[in-house]
């Protein structure tokens, strides 16, 4: 482990430092964190047991070559992931925090946010201390990967508190709700887990712009659409793509026109049914492709659905 810690209190830089022997001041109840990745087995062993109020912004995709098609499956598919892990462990510490609201998490809109920002506080005393720098909330990133932090405290009327706070509140405007207790109770249907994924994908199509200038939403430029549709249609009619990546670009097919503009309220309206009926249908072919071992067309005709 090579995490180097800089104490600008003390002027002391620790060189190979522990962020969590640093961090977890008995003091401090509540964590707010900026993270571009993490994990629900991070979040329920680092920081559920810690601290009695948290809420995380994660990162919604990189600007690579694949971001439109990184961002969909993420916006889609893991969220429809998170949701299921609490429907069918609604006994486990994760899902009860989220469920009471002590827990909430939101995700990146429009713009790349790579900015990792982890500020802790308590709500009754006057402190604060926070941690900025390189380093996600991950196992790999805390404790194997060569990351620098530096490392403010003192009291919440200090001037340096309140642009510590005014960085995040500016991060958390630029970003949109991902899972807490409002929307999760939106989501959850009794026994009925397709209907629950139905309501996750309702959900994500309505966040869906093609506007920046929006709250709520989640822009994808139409011409960056248009671009990663032409390449990637193009890749699964040459069989070069897995499942995961042919869902992705057939739930973009169903939401974009071929120009990448989203398509018009009454069709999206019926994309949720037809997404979910698009993935069963390539969940078949996946199972078709393992048990004859030939080469399967990913692309999916719309009249199938």
Request: glycine share 4%; with cysteine.
């Amino acid at each position: 482990m090579t995490l180097q810690i800089l104490d600008r209190g003390k002027n002391k830089l620790y060189s190979d430092g522990n962020f969590w022997e640093l961090s977890r001041k008995e003091e401090n109840n509540c964590f707010y964190g900026v993270s571009f990745v993490s994990s629900i087995k991070f979040i329920e062993e680092k920081l559920l047991p810690f601290y009695q109020d948290i809420e995380l912004i994660l990162g919604l995709s990189d600007n690579g070559n694949n971001s439109i098609g990184q961002r969909m499956q993420e916006m889609m598919d893991k969220r429809v992931s998170w949701v299921n892990y609490v429907e069918n462990n609604l006994e486990s510490e994760f899902a009860k925090r989220i469920l009471d609201g002590s827990l909430r998490l939101r995700f990146t809109k429009d713009k790349l946010i790579h900015s990792k920002v982890y500020l802790m506080e308590n709500k009754e005393q006057n402190t604060y201390q926070c941690f900025t720098g390189s380093m996600n909330l991950t196992e790999t990133a805390v404790s194997k990967n060569f990351e620098q932090l530096i490392w403010d405290y003192g009291s919440k009327n200090d001037d340096l508190y309140q642009l510590y706070k005014q960085m995040y509140d500016d991060i958390k405007k630029n970003s949109a709700t991902y899972l807490d207790l409002k929307r999760l109770k939106d989501f959850l249907v009794k026994d009925n887990s397709k209907q629950t994924q139905l309501n996750v994908y309702t959900d994500s199509i309505n966040m869906l712009s093609n506007s920046a200038d929006t709250d709520e939403k989640v822009n994808f430029p139409s011409d960056e659409v248009k671009v990663y549709l032409n390449d990637t249609t193009k890749e699964i009619q040459n069989g070069n793509l897995g499942k995961k990546e042919a869902v992705t670009v057939n739930q973009t097919i169903k939401l974009f026109t071929e120009l990448g503009n989203l398509r018009k309220e009454k069709t999206l309206k019926k994309a949720t049914s037809e997404i979910l009926n698009l993935n069963q249908i390539i969940e078949y072919q996946e199972n078709s492709k393992k048990s004859s071992k030939k080469k399967v067309m990913w692309i999916i005709s719309l009249n199938q659905l």
